[in-house]
T-cell receptor, first 119, second 113 residues
């Protein structure tokens, strides 16, 4: 079965410190992988995505993620966190659907990691 | 170019009433997706529609829930005879094609009292 696991429910880091949010997936083939950010009361904004090619993906707001097939992981990183990065972060995989293959809008999400930033 | 617009942003319904959630996709987008987010949970896919067609409704509950995306006008997610367990945030996303990026709206927060 296709699934996404985000092991950390809540992470607190100091402003200026580095950040790594973990994501593991279960998928039968090469997955399409996504990271989204959700601020309180808001919708989701796409940070970055991986389809193929270079396994280190650069996104918006200084975020990057690395696809590691051997570990079934797609961890999100940022070298220096800003207070405005406090939000909830969701990892997702594109669902594989037998009838039409799947789409970038049909995603399986993890439960999210809430990031708090200390001054 | 306005983003994906959802209304209302907040909706309160009594048990047994109907809830209608609207989603206007981004201009030029003809693909719409609906998701439900329960408290402390990630988003769960419900249904994928293209103008006048349901492409994938594998995530829709079998009863009381329906969705449409008519030729003209917004996509509607309809929940009949709401129950407390329907309280959640409902998000809509739209895209210009099956394999293009989907953009999310700000959601409708439904509270059933």
């Amino acid at each position: 079965a296709q699934s996404v696991t985000q092991p950390d429910i809540h992470i607190t880091v100091s402003e200026g410190a580095s950040l790594e949010l973990r994501c593991n997936y279960s998928y039968g083939a090469t997955p399409y992988l996504f990271w989204y950010v959700q601020s309180p009361g808001q919708g989701l904004q796409l940070l970055l995505k991986y389809f193929s090619g270079d396994t280190l993906v650069q996104g918006i707001k200084g975020f990057e993620a690395e696809f590691k097939r051997s570990q079934s992981s797609f961890n999100l990183r940022k070298p220096s966190v800003h207070w405005s990065d406090a939000a909830e972060y969701f990892c997702a995989v594109g669902a594989r659907v037998r009838s039409y293959g799947g789409s970038q809008g049909n995603l399986i999400f993890g439960k999210g990691t809430k990031l708090s930033v200390k001054p | 170019n306005a983003g994906v617009m959802q209304n209302p942003r907040h909706l309160v319904r009594r048990r047994g009433q109907e809830a209608r959630l609207r989603c206007s996709p981004m201009k030029g987008h003809s693909h719409v997706y609906w998701y439900r987010q329960l408290p402390e949970e990630g988003l769960k896919f419900m249904v994928y529609l293209q103008k006048e067609n349901i492409i994938d409704e594998s995530g829709m509950p079998k009863e009381r829930f329906s969705a449409e995306f008519p030729k003209e006008g917004p996509s509607i997610l309809r929940i009949q005879q709401v129950v407390r367990g329907d309280s959640a945030a409902y998000f809509c996303a739209s895209s210009s094609g099956m394999n293009t990026e989907a953009f999310f709206g700000q959601g409708t927060r439904l509270t059933v009292v």
